[in-house]
């Protein structure tokens, strides 16, 4: 879409307001709103936001970050191909942004242009990667100030005709919103949780992937609002119920998108050396990755043994405990459907740079010639402490600390990310790891439920 058919567009819909968006450190989907009359100018230069903007953390304080003083601006810049009518909200749409400097590059802290420096690096290999992020979440009403998941008595059984019958109203509205912005669902599904669903979309290129996943939550969220619902993609919004994930289903093509190269036809798992060189560059980062994918507070109440979510980086073939999980591909479509499932991942990330850090780290396999330790047939927590030495796997962190530490140590992450983004993503992570651990449960859910 260029800019004389996107300004037609908004005209004929009769838009009043387009959000400008993006996405912080803390994984917070941030916008300012421009009204139409102002469309033309702001879809070419931008629209003026401090640099202290990304010291924001999730509780709202502005934390001291060398270069991200409140003072010079940045450019938040559309991306022309992201625009969308919101169709839960009256005369409005959205368009996500790039932040740039003035010179209109990456001013060294922009999330979207880490996720594009991955993809330029997999195509400067011939690469092309295909991705999906596959979302859990809960539907709650607020009751006397607090939430309470919204569900049958006594919970619907999961995968239930119950659960469908009870959710389906919002679930169809829900899918033609998504589909109203050209982002296609495969499945909608009523999850363990009580109040918890899953849905499910179609895989993309990398950086649609990332833009579909924030579209994704705004939707989800907005649509449910509408009906006096709240939508929490927090972690673990119930500390008594199951998590919820935003697990990345993803393989890697030639760049003319004719073949998969995760897909092997002469390997007995049809999966290739190529992806296992890829899986053992995301098992070896994985304990810093998660600070990345997995990164709030509350995403270590998630990342629990024998929970579906993984707690060590195995990774195995359909093993729904692996960090990994290498899918088994539908009949007669072996080829296409080659995927690998990327467990250790939660809603509360910012989807570009978790993505962007999977792509980093899964490359850094290919360049190496790594070769995965093998594979885990059954759930990890299983295996006696000498069979997980001899599998060569270990824990991730139990903490955002320790995942904090992880990233901060690994070289090879922290200079993909850059110096800037490296050190404010760090210093804005520690303080809200040092003020959850400071608080109670109560608090940690209260500035956990709704945020991203």
């Not at 919970?155 to 009870?166: E, L, M, N």
């Not at 073949?259 to 060189?277: E, I, M, Q, V």
């Not at 250790?344 to 990330?349: F, I, M, T």
């Amino acid at each position: 879409m260029n800019v004389v058919e996107l300004l037609d567009l908004a005209r004929r819909e009769d838009i009043a307001l387009i959000r400008f968006e993006y996405c912080d450190f803390s994984g917070v989907a941030r916008t300012k709103a421009v009204n139409v009359s102002q469309l033309r100018s702001k879809l070419s230069e931008g629209v003026a936001l401090t640099r202290a903007q990304m010291s924001i953390n999730l509780l709202e304080e502005v934390i001291d970050v060398e270069g991200m003083a409140p003072i010079g601006e940045i450019r938040i810049v559309p991306d022309l191909e992201t625009f969308s009518i919101l169709p839960w909200s009256p005369r409005s749409a959205s368009i996500l942004c790039d932040q740039l400097d003035h010179n209109r590059k990456d001013w060294g802290a922009c999330p979207r242009s880490f996720l594009k420096g991955a993809i330029d690096k997999a195509s400067s290999m011939g690469l092309r990667i295909e991705a999906a992020f596959e979302n859990e979440y809960y539907l709650a009403t607020e009751k006397d100030g607090k939430f309470v998941a919204l569900d049958v008595p006594n919970h619907a059984p999961v995968y239930s005709s119950i659960g469908h019958d009870f959710y389906d109203f919002l679930a169809i509205e829900t899918i033609e919103a998504l589909e109203a912005q050209s982002i296609v669902v495969e499945q909608s599904i009523n999850e363990y949780g009580a109040g918890q669903r899953e849905i499910a979309i179609r895989y993309s290129d990398a950086l649609r992937a990332a833009d579909n996943q924030m579209k994704f939550r705004d939707t989800i969220r907005g649509v449910a609002l509408k009906h006096g619902i709240y939508a929490s993609f927090a972690p673990k919004p119930f500390p008594d119920q199951i998590g919820s994930g935003a697990h990345v289903h993803f393989s890697v093509w030639d760049e003319a998108k004719e073949h998969n190269l995760f897909y092997s036809k002469d390997d007995p798992k049809s999966f290739s050396a190529l992806g296992r060189s890829f899986i053992a560059g995301v098992a070896l980062h994985l304990p810093a990755l998660v600070a990345l994918t997995a990164p709030s507070y509350n995403s270590y109440r998630r990342l629990t043994p024998s929970a579906w979510a993984s707690a060590t980086n195995a990774w195995g073939y359909d093993n729904k405990e692996a960090a990994l999980r290498v899918t088994s591909p539908f009949y007669g479509r072996e080829e296409h459907s080659m995927n690998v499932e990327y467990k250790p991942s939660d809603p509360s990330a910012n989807p570009y740079l978790s993505l962007g850090g999977l792509i980093y780290a899964g490359l850094d396999g290919i360049e190496r010639g790594l070769v995965p330790n093998p594979p885990c047939d059954k759930d990890p927590a299983k295996y006696s402490q000498e069979e997980l030495k001899r599998l060569g796997v270990v824990s991730l962190p139990s903490s955002m600390d320790q995942a904090l530490d992880n990233l901060e140590r690994d070289s090879y992450l922290t200079e993909a990310l850059g110096e800037m983004r490296a050190n404010g993503y760090l210093k804005v992570r520690r303080s809200e790891a040092r003020a959850f651990s400071e608080a109670d449960l109560e608090f940690e859910i209260a500035n956990h439920f709704y945020k991203f």
